[in-house]
């Protein structure tokens, strides 16, 4: 049995609100920094994390509110973040390696695949490169404090990552992984501010 209370739902939107803002700043500073191909991605990856955030959260909403238990949603959840992570990653990476001419971007068609090894493997390689492309943006800019605040978002993130592995039916687990998720996206947040002054 799962012990979603409201309270706890409700704070489940402010990482997804936190992640959002932070993606939409990137998008912004980004679109003329990137080609075509590489923002495409990264656009894309941020959009399919902030849609799986979302999802999860309205899931626990209406489970708590004992509206109905809508499991699609919360399914959806781990492939669609996962594959999200791997796009964006794949995007800054893109930008800081090379410039990419308009008729660049390729077909990126995930594939259907069940299996938590999977999701975890991608994730992890996505939040990699995302968060290896903001740090080498920072150290360009000489920016130190900006890779400290990602370099600490990164670990959170992975920590988050870890303890979905765990039982997620306990409503301590729960509290603690949320704790960790808003602290990991305001750092993010943090981060993304200061490489924009």
Do not use: H
């Not at 992570?85 to 069940?114: D, Y």
């Amino acid at each position: 049995m799962k012990e979603f209370t409201v309270p706890m739902a409700l704070m489940d939107f402010l990482p997804v609100i936190l992640f959002a803002v932070a993606a939409v700043l990137l998008q912004r500073e980004f679109y003329y920094k990137m080609g075509k191909g590489a923002f495409a991605l990264f656009a894309a990856g941020t959009i399919d994390v902030i849609c799986a955030g979302f999802c999860k959260a309205l899931y626990k909403l209406l489970y708590a509110a004992g509206i109905c238990d809508l499991e699609p949603f919360n399914s959806i959840f781990f492939p669609l973040q996962s594959i999200g992570f791997l796009l964006a990653g794949l995007g800054v990476i893109a930008m800081v390696c090379r410039k990419q001419s308009e008729n660049e971007l390729k077909s990126v068609a995930p594939v259907a695949v069940t299996g938590t090894m999977f999701f975890v493997s991608i994730m992890i390689v996505g939040l990699g490169l995302m968060f290896t492309g903001l740090c080498i943006l920072a150290a360009r800019m000489k920016k130190p404090l900006v890779i400290v605040f990602f370099v600490l978002s990164f670990i959170c993130m992975l920590g988050m990552g870890y303890l979905s592995s765990r039982d997620f039916s306990g409503s301590a687990v729960n509290w603690m992984a949320q704790c960790i998720n808003t602290g990991a996206q305001l750092l993010l947040l943090l981060g993304v501010l200061q490489l924009r002054k």
